[in-house]
């Protein structure tokens, strides 16, 4: 079963514009990941943000995270047309011990030159 | 520093029929997971193994099986395949005793079960 939930299932912008992206999820976790992945090939990991951090920064990516409300978004700024590409939450609840991944359905960014 | 290779690219099974995949994993990293993304879908994890064992398995039947070798390289071998195993298999390798979870995926093997 898969725990997380993006929210929106797809996002069409313009170039520069900003793009945010939802995710909730139903348990307590350990951490919470965001995936890029291109065209179905393998998943690039973009960036970690633990249950106790409410925010975190990485070039042109913005996570938060609210355990109260069990969501986090990304949002990436100044969006580039090699953005386009599907973005995946996933919550690690296996107490940082090589625990599974748990996956949600994505979204799937187009940025439009 | 070599990342996480999977062989084959792509595979085209008959109903019925068996299959490996494989995985490398990448340099210095000793955990193996596997995981079935269907098409639109989210991956779903399969099984992850470490020190040649299988450490934890998800929702998948038991016609789903793994084995990995003492140079932590892994396979996935399936069984009596049926239309719905056709997805993209996707391996992911980590390291025991980091603080994270942060898994390096590879680029996939993509079965299709006709």
């Known amino acids: 079963s898969q725990q997380g939930e993006e929210d929106p299932q797809a996002l069409s912008i313009q170039e520069g514009e900003n793009a945010t992206m939802n995710c909730s999820y139903k348990?307590?976790?350990?951490?919470l990941q965001w995936y890029r992945q291109n065209s179905g090939r393998g998943l690039v990991h973009l960036i970690l943000?633990?249950?106790?951090?409410r925010e975190k920064h990485s070039g042109r990516l913005r996570v938060t995270l609210d355990t109260s409300k069990k969501s986090s978004s990304l949002l990436i700024t100044a969006s580039r047309a090699a953005d386009t590409a599907s973005y995946f939450c996933?919550?690690?609840?296996?107490?940082?011990?090589?625990?599974?991944?748990?996956f949600g359905k994505g979204t799937k960014l187009s940025v439009k030159p | 520093d070599a990342g996480v290779t999977q062989s084959p690219t792509h595979l085209i099974k008959t109903r019925g029929q068996q299959v490996t995949l494989r995985c490398s994993p990448k340099?210095?990293?000793?955990?193996v997971s596997w995981y079935q993304q269907a098409l639109g879908q989210g991956p779903q994890f399969i099984f992850q193994?470490?020190?040649?064992?299988?450490?934890q398995r998800g929702n998948f039947p038991d016609r789903f099986s793994g084995h990995q070798f003492p140079n932590y390289s892994s396979e996935l071998n399936v069984n009596a395949l049926l239309l719905g195993d056709s997805a993209l298999y996707l391996c992911?390798?980590?390291?025991?005793?980091?603080?994270?979870?942060?898994?390096?995926f590879g680029p996939g093997t993509r079965l299709t079960v006709l």
């Open positions: 193994y470490y020190e040649e064992e299988e450490r």
């Open positions: 943000i633990r249950s106790n951090e």
């Open positions: 996933a919550t690690d609840v296996g107490g940082g011990s090589q625990g599974n991944l748990i």
């Open positions: 992911a390798s980590s390291l025991v005793g980091s603080s994270y979870n942060e898994q390096f």
């Open positions: 348990t307590s976790i350990n951490n």
């Open positions: 340099s210095g990293h000793d955990t």
